[in-house]
């Protein structure tokens, strides 16, 4: 990849598909991650502190598993887990409502309940900007957050028809804090049944780069199905790259990506 990349034009077109991918887990998702660092988030709403889970009480909702106090709030939370979840994917208020629209990991134990939501920060910082304006951040952090990722794309056209299709914001679902727009209801219900199947590797980030131990955003109209898994590229380069050799690029990047993951998103 030429060492423009990053003053390339196309990288500001598609910075805030680079944004959104950033919830997608692990290299395709096949296990949930854990919401709130084990936090319980029935117990910090009802009982306004913070209450680690039991290991005995898990429940897994929209690609994440929170972790119970008991069995009365697992209970709870199943019966309507939209109510108990933090809102924007567990991500910093703050920071996604604030200038840069940043998804930095929050610290479950900073928090604020307003209306029986819960909204949490990465620190006191954080929720201290939030205290004197929280309608603005919210506000903000919402309209940022239900920004669809792949420009709108249907997720599971990628690998079913192998073209993108445009989704529909009426099918819209949520999974580990991105949130996709699929073209009808059977593509959001395939999708329910086998996330795995149709998330794409590397949170969506260009797999040549990612070898190459750099995060670059993957462009939604440039990209390969291999092997049933789904692939983004920066640019045609870089694909051509890939197919010239796809299985030592994606042994690269598998050993490269448990730390990229884990790097906080370029303002």
């Known amino acids: 990849m030429h060492m423009t990349t990053f003053l390339d034009r196309r990288f500001v077109r598609w910075l805030p598909v680079f944004v959104l991918l950033l ?3 692990k290299v395709f998702a096949e296990d949930s991650e854990l919401a ?12 306004n502190r913070p209450v680690l889970g039991g290991t005995s009480f898990r429940s897994v909702y929209q690609g994440f598993t929170y972790v119970l106090a008991d069995a009365e709030t697992k209970a709870k939370f199943e019966a309507d887990p939209a109510k108990w979840v933090p809102q924007f994917g567990g991500f910093c208020t ?11 990991t929050a610290d479950p134990t900073v928090y604020r309940v307003r209306e029986g939501k819960l909204y949490l920060f990465s620190s006191e910082r954080a929720r201290n900007s939030f205290d004197p304006n929280p309608d603005h951040y919210i506000s903000q952090a919402t309209e940022r957050f239900n920004k669809p990722a792949l420009g709108g794309h249907c997720l599971v056209s990628y690998v079913n028809q192998g073209k993108p299709v445009p989704g529909d914001a009426k099918y819209a679902d949520t999974y580990a804090g991105v949130v996709y727009h699929f073209a009808d209801e059977s593509a959001r219900a395939a999708f329910r049944k086998e996330p795995a199947k149709y998330l794409p590797a590397y949170g969506g980030f260009c797999v040549d780069g990612i070898a190459n131990e750099k995060r670059f955003p993957g462009d939604p109209k440039t990209f390969t199905v291999y092997e049933d898994h789904l692939y ?8 051509k790259t890939f197919e010239a050799n796809p299985k030592e690029m994606i042994e690269k990047a598998n050993t490269q990506w448990p730390v990229l993951r884990r790097a906080k998103p370029t303002p």
Request: aromatic share 14%; hydrophobic share 40%.
């Open 94 to 104: 703050t920071a996604l409502g604030g200038s840069y629209g940043n998804r930095i």
């Open 36 to 47: 709130m660092k084990g936090y319980c988030p029935v117990s910090i709403i009802t009982l």
């Open 232 to 239: 983004f590229f920066f640019d045609d380069k870089a694909k």
């Open 23 to 25: 919830g997608t887990v």
